[in-house]
């Protein structure tokens, strides 16, 4: 499906996920350059285009992380090709310093920068909105609403690019970048490509930003930002449309929210102003707009950016204009609803709604089915060693990926946790703080990310910590992107991949053990030896996330574990190890032969669990 994303089919009609169709976008644009950091819900984007990557024209790499994406996009459009950079929103945090000076300075070929944010933290340590990111920098920002938008308002924010020198944000949010919709696709650019096509004219005195040369960019950024405040104003993303006393303004997926609501309820009668170019604000159409109303309901996820602007412009021209905001019931964090704009949409009205039957089951009693690591995944047995050796006398510190779901009971291997690579930092400073041991955890991934810098200032600074880096050899939380410690040749790229062990020896690190996670009896081993020392000291437990070894490896798993006629209903393997494979019927411990994945991992811990041979289906 995804190959027809690098097909000439102007005209066509296609159904397209909403990262496919920026995909789309940036082809159609004529995109050279592209990199990223993986980050739900960001993650199909980059996974396509290198997907496509082997018969297009565009460069594409996974970065080591965000800031390192932004810094190689960065200096492809300074080199004059137009450049895509895309990542989640805590991702631009990692990113903000070479963002920040990016703006300044401004990328001649073209630079777009994804942003997913992500409202309801589906997959996130929190919610913020990146649309303070376009205020914080200076950046044009746009926001698409359906797969139509996604893919031309990509094609518009480089356009707008290549035409002021500056960055634009593309600010996406989880419902947009998931949803599917019917997308038209147009020509395709020729491809200005990252292999010798660009041109980078020498000028020290716009790209060297000494404070001498910040202080005049800053007075160039903000002409510029006058200039695509023009641009706003004359957006044919921005329209008027609708008729009534009371106005709507709605930015970002609340556009499509707010037309379902009208649709359903015709009666509530309004005039719409849509805003999909957000930033710089499009000052004139909004007072013209609030000039024919005596309300406006703002519609926004999130931080009330746009409501504080209209209220500026309202009590600055004076004008008899009732704003309705996050005060009328509009909540300042999750995500909004068809459900609640039309109930505060009826109450600015003054207008009844049809009574609907509410759902008779209580949310409350419903089944609560958290995230959980996988049966066969490695974690879980190197987790379950942890707490033979250490139980609940140490103190463990987190990080971001699959291996967080290690806060689950039994294994509650999650303390603490503030951002991807934190865990060795913030568990240096633990270790300061209290006399108990710390245990710092850390994928394969997050360490290539983050990590080095804050294993290196543990050994620079002669911390007491732990390390387990939890190698499962890819990026198993986002899909299997491939990273620096990757066999690159599995996906079809040059043989490059750097070993943990070296780079861990070469940060100092004088006490480094390696073991195979699942081997339950080294991997205790190896803690239990670890725990009689001091300082930094790092065990590496290697073993494929087994989604990854069938999916990319072609790993087949020939085994299977079964409970025998003689147990006698401990609990141990249910209550202790807790694989999901494991279930309970009529008192008695089963294994559900479609779960099982063959890791034997239980074999090890409980004499009365075997393994045999998987029947051939058929």
């Known amino acids: 499906m995804s190959q027809i994303l690098l097909e000439n089919r102007s005209g066509e009609t296609h159904l397209l996920l909403g990262n496919d169709a920026i995909v789309r976008g940036a082809i159609e644009a004529g995109i050279g350059f592209v990199s990223c950091y993986p980050g739900t819900p960001s993650s199909e984007v980059p996974d396509t285009f290198f997907r496509l990557a082997p018969e297009a024209r565009y460069y594409f790499e996974y970065s080591v992380n965000e800031k390192v994406a932004m810094e190689v996009a960065g200096g492809a459009a300074l080199g004059g090709i137009p450049s895509l950079v895309t990542m989640k929103h805590v991702g631009v945090n990692v990113a903000a310093?070479?963002?920040?000076?990016?703006?300044?300075?401004?990328?001649?070929?073209?630079?777009?920068?994804?942003?997913?944010?992500?409202?309801?933290c589906?997959?996130?340590?929190?919610?913020?909105?990146?649309?303070?990111?376009?205020?914080?920098?200076?950046?044009?920002?746009?926001?698409?609403?359906?797969?139509?938008?996604?893919?031309d308002m990509t094609k518009e924010a480089l356009r707008l690019s290549v035409k002021y020198e500056q960055p634009v944000l593309l600010r996406t949010t989880t419902r947009v970048n998931h949803l599917r919709g019917p997308v038209e696709f147009a020509a395709i650019e020729p491809v200005k490509t990252a292999a010798g096509d660009g041109d980078f004219a020498k000028n020290p005195g716009r790209f060297v930003p000494i404070p001498a040369v910040a202080r005049v960019r800053h007075q160039v950024l903000l002409e510029k930002l006058k200039e695509l405040q023009t641009e706003a104003e004359n957006s044919p993303w921005n329209r008027t449309w609708g008729k009534g006393d009371v106005g709507v303004i709605a930015s970002g997926v609340s556009r499509v929210y707010l037309k379902d609501v009208l649709k359903e309820y015709p009666q509530l009668e309004c005039k719409v102003l849509e805003l999909g170019f957000t930033y710089p604000v499009p000052e004139k159409l909004i007072l013209e707009f609030l000039k024919d109303v005596s309300k406006v309901?703002?519609?926004?996820?999130?931080?009330?950016?746009?409501?504080?602007?209209?209220?500026?412009?309202?009590?600055?021209?004076?004008?008899?204009?009732q704003v309705l905001g996050k005060?009328?019931?509009?909540?300042?964090?999750?995500?909004?609803?068809?459900?609640?704009?039309?109930?505060?949409?009826?109450?600015?009205?003054?207008?009844?709604?049809?009574?609907?039957?509410?759902?008779?089951?209580d949310v409350a009693d419903l089944p609560q089915r958290p995230p959980n690591l996988c049966p066969g995944c490695p974690h879980r047995s190197t987790y379950y060693a942890v707490r033979k050796v250490f139980g609940d006398d140490a103190v463990y510190s987190t990080d971001i990926g699959c291996y967080t779901l290690g806060i689950l009971p039994p294994l509650k291997m999650a303390d603490f946790l503030l951002c991807m690579g934190s865990s060795v930092?913030?568990?240096?400073?633990?270790?300061?703080?209290?006399?108990?041991?710390?245990?710092?955890?850390?994928?394969?991934?997050?360490f290539f990310h983050s990590g080095i810098t804050g294993l290196i200032n543990a050994v620079y600074n002669n911390h007491d910590l732990l390390l387990v880096v939890l190698d499962n050899r890819t990026t198993a939380m986002t899909g299997h992107q491939p990273h620096p410690g990757v066999d690159k040749t599995i996906h079809g790229q040059s043989p490059t991949s750097l070993e943990i062990e070296p780079i861990v020896r070469a940060c100092g690190v004088k006490?480094?053990?390696?073991?195979?996670?699942?081997?339950?009896?080294?991997?205790?081993?190896?803690?239990?030896?670890?725990?009689?020392?001091?300082?930094?000291?790092?065990?590496?437990?290697?073993?494929?996330?087994?989604?990854?070894?069938?999916?990319?490896?072609?790993?087949?798993?020939?085994?299977?574990?079964?409970?025998?006629?003689?147990?006698?209903n401990c609990m141990e393997c249910v209550q202790n190890l807790a694989c999901p494979a494991f279930y309970v019927q009529e008192g008695k411990v089963k294994i559900n032969p479609v779960l099982c994945i063959g890791c034997m991992l239980c074999v090890q811990i409980c004499e009365h669990i075997k393994g045999e041979g998987r029947k051939a289906k058929g």
Do not use: W
Request: glycine letters at 6%; charged letters at 25%.
């Open 425 to 446: 930092s913030a568990g240096s400073g633990m270790a300061r703080a209290i006399k108990k041991p710390v245990v710092a955890f850390i994928g394969d991934s997050t």
């Open 511 to 568: 006490h480094v053990l390696k073991v195979k996670a699942l081997n339950q009896k080294s991997v205790q081993k190896a803690l239990q030896e670890l725990k009689e020392v001091n300082g930094v000291r790092v065990l590496i437990a290697e073993e494929p996330c087994p989604l990854y070894a069938r999916r990319v490896l072609g790993r087949k798993f020939t085994q299977i574990a079964y409970v025998d006629e003689q147990c006698d």
């Open 327 to 361: 005060d009328a019931g509009l909540p300042l964090f999750g995500e909004y609803s068809t459900a609640l704009i039309a109930k505060v949409l009826a109450r600015a009205l003054d207008s009844e709604l049809p009574q609907v039957k509410p759902c008779e089951q």
């Open 297 to 321: 309901v703002i519609l926004e996820e999130l931080e009330p950016l746009l409501e504080n602007k209209v209220r500026e412009l309202v009590q600055k021209q004076g004008l008899d204009v």
């Open 97 to 120: 310093d070479p963002l920040m000076t990016l703006a300044y300075i401004g990328t001649p070929g073209g630079l777009v920068i994804l942003s997913a944010d992500d409202p309801g």
């Open 122 to 151: 589906h997959s996130s340590q929190n919610e913020q909105d990146n649309r303070y990111y376009a205020r914080l920098a200076g950046l044009p920002c746009l926001e698409p609403a359906t797969a139509q938008e996604c893919k």
